[in-house]
């Protein structure tokens, strides 16, 4: 054992905060012992303020289309293999349905950021979920809009929205987007979610091209300003119709450090084991939870257009119904002495009004 890896974890933990030289220790000197030092301590943190419960967000995919060409991304509007599509406002209420029964209280209405869906639709959307299942919080998750357009989704009843800032240092940021996006107005839009009262949630990717530690590092200083109520990382994988076809994997590792390491630092935030993260490993899931997240999101997508969402080669939960998934997931989460609940699950700290 490193007692140097064993005084860094400990000191991150004590301060909640990591200095640069102490993230690239860790990602450097991770070897088994060392690894499995840092998520005891992260497992340690997330048991104390999530008591081994796991909370389900029920995932609506509800449209691939999308004006933007990220160059890591599936669903780019540039992939002409893409096969779009878009689901009514009937689909997507029946998918609430079948969540509802399966027990989720989190709807996240995840889609490329199409203009089908005016802000006119979504405010229809939010408020026909809402009104149906009124105990049920709706998160969106469809990309950089205006703060009045923000607002109305609010007003509408949307409760939390997700929007990964993706990476913190703009020069990276140009690297994974083209020259119309950029990093500074993804992070105005996460503080004007933040401003208007949404739950928010932020995140990366690990492993993009051209990622290194001091970018991760600068992605920690931007949550702890921001201070987010969710953050959602999971490694980057390639998709054979974009730009980064070539380009290798994130890792699975990296990936967990990372995940441990915001457990210790943000004791009380939501941290999903995401999807990717368990297409990259079969147990990856799992073995997030392990590593301190407490957040799980099973499809809830209808299944003749699961494998149309296809944001990166290889995902899985594409060919099984909601149901089977949900089963699927509350074993998994059971076997590693884990519980699902059936609950909303917002922020430890968020109050509603
Ligand atoms: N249009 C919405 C949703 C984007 S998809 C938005 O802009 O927020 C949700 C997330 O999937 C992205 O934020 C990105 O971090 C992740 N993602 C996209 N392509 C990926 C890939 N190739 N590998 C891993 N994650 C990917």
């Known amino acids: 054992m490193d007692r140097e890896f064993a005084r860094i974890t400990d000191e991150i933990k004590e301060k909640q905060e990591i ?9 450097e000197n991770s070897d088994e012992e060392n690894a499995e030092y840092l998520y005891r301590a992260a497992r340690e943190v997330s048991e104390e303020v999530f008591h081994k419960e796991v909370y389900l967000r029920g995932l609506i995919e509800f449209t691939n289309y999308c004006k933007n060409d990220c160059y890591y991304c599936g669903i780019r509007c540039s992939n002409k293999n ?6 009514t406002e009937e689909e997507i209420l029946s998918c ?3 969540g509802d029964k399966l027990g989720f209280k989190t709807f996240v209405l995840q889609g ?12 229809d959307i939010v408020s026909g979920i809402k009104e149906r299942f009124p105990d049920s919080a709706v998160t969106l998750s469809i990309g950089e809009k205006s703060k009045e357009s923000y607002k109305k989704y609010f007003d509408a009843g949307a409760d939390r929205y997700l929007l990964r800032h993706e990476t913190a240092n703009e020069e990276h940021y140009s690297m994974l987007h083209p020259a119309n996006l950029s990093g500074a107005h993804r992070k105005q839009c996460l503080r004007d979610l933040k401003e208007i009262g949404f739950q928010v949630g932020c995140g990366i990717m690990i492993g993009t091209p051209g990622q290194k530690t001091e970018h991760i590092y ?6 702890k300003e921001l201070g987010p109520h969710m953050i959602g990382i999971g490694p980057f994988i390639s998709h054979k119709d974009t730009p980064f076809k070539d380009e290798p994997n994130g890792s ?3 990936t967990l450090l990372l995940l441990a390491i915001l457990r210790l630092i943000f004791p009380k935030v939501l ?4 999807t990717a993260l ?16 407490n957040v799980m999101m099973p499809n809830l997508s209808p299944v003749n257009v699961r494998k149309k969402y296809l944001l990166y080669d290889g995902k899985i939960c594409t060919g099984e119904e909601a149901a089977e998934c949900n089963m699927c997931l509350r074993n998994r989460v059971e076997r590693i002495g884990f519980k699902v609940v059936d609950i909303r699950g917002d922020h430890p700290d968020f109050l509603k009004n």
């Not at 200095?19 to 990602?27: G, H, M, P």
């Not at 893409?82 to 689901?87: I, K, P, Q």
């Open 112 to 123: 490329g950021e199409d203009a089908y869906f005016t802000d006119e639709k979504i405010c």
């Open 278 to 293: 368990g297409t990259a490993d079969n147990l990856g899931r799992e073995k997030g939870i392990l590593a301190g997240a």
């Open 252 to 254: 699975v590792e990296k």
């Open 82 to 87: 893409a096969e779009r599509y878009r689901l």
């Open 19 to 27: 200095t640069k030289e102490q993230l690239e220790y860790i990602f």
């Open 96 to 98: 609430c349905e079948m």
């Open 218 to 223: 600068e992605d920690i200083c931007f949550m």
């Open 271 to 274: 941290l999903p084991a995401t």
